[in-house]
């Protein structure tokens, strides 16, 4: 049974979230003060964790930063009361891989929590490790390398590399991206992929202004170069 963190100090929200994904097979451990959350994160290492943004004693982006910078790399989902794109822009920018503005529909919660964890624990044949130049992807323990050195990504930047990596050389649209890594429909409009990629480029030593592993092509999409590694 997979083990969900809940860091929320809203304790009616807490028990009502709890109750619903225990009800759904899910183990939920619920911490309240965001100083404990990260000791929390090393000590339980949970499938999946939900996070506040304004939590009392660190907010949830700090935490999230934190966790990632810690070696965390399990899904990270943002809950959150506030629907700026500045927001979710931000906790994107810091590790997490998805968000929900709360009040949160029990069932589009549930259903986002599904979509993390079975694109955070696939493990299919046809996934073999990849080797591209100084670049390794270590597919079964969803791990990175570059020049031998590991690299921190989060959930959602693994699975966007991993799904470039494997169409090396290929353009693919970031309808096509969105819908893979989010696993939901794109409407035109969204960054995530955007986002995603310039953390990528940034994580793997790839310019942001003259981009040369992986190249944006206008009007189309984004590329792994499989020659610039």
């Known amino acids: ?12 929200l807490a028990l009502l979230v709890k109750d619903y994904l225990e009800a759904n097979q899910l183990t939920v451990v619920v911490e309240s003060f965001g100083l404990n ?4 994160v090393q000590s339980l290492q949970p499938d999946i ?19 990632r910078a810690a070696g965390y790399a399990g899904p990270i989902l943002m809950l959150t009361a ?3 794109d500045a927001d979710q822009i931000l906790g994107f920018d810091v590790g997490a891989d998805d968000y929900v503005i709360k009040p949160a529909e ?12 079975r694109r955070s624990s696939s493990e ?5 490790d990849i080797a591209i130049g100084s670049l390794q992807i270590l597919t079964q323990a969803r791990e990175v390398r ?10 959602h930047e693994y699975d966007l590399l991993l799904t470039l990596a494997r169409q090396a050389g290929k353009v693919m649209s970031r309808e096509y991206l969105f819908t893979t890594i989010c696993n ?46």
């Open 37 to 40: 959350v990260p000791r929390q």
């Open 49 to 67: 964790l939900i996070l506040d943004l304004n939590l009392p004693g660190k907010d949830g982006i700090s935490i999230c930063r934190e966790a």
């Open 106 to 117: 029990p069932r589009l919660l549930l259903a986002r929590i599904h979509a993390l964890l």
């Open 1 to 12: 049974m997979s083990v969900v963190l809940l860091a929320e100090d809203d304790e009616r």
């Open 124 to 128: 299919s044949a046809e996934q073999g």
């Open 184 to 229: 939901r429909a794109y409407d035109g409009l969204d960054r995530t992929v955007d986002v995603r990629v310039s953390h990528l480029r940034k994580k793997l030593g790839d310019s942001s202004d003259n981009p040369a592993r992986i190249k944006t092509v206008w009007g189309r999409g984004y590329m792994l170069v499989a020659d610039a590694w």
């Open 146 to 155: 570059l020049d031998d050195r590991p690299i921190a990504l989060s959930s």
């Open 82 to 84: 506030r629907d700026a």
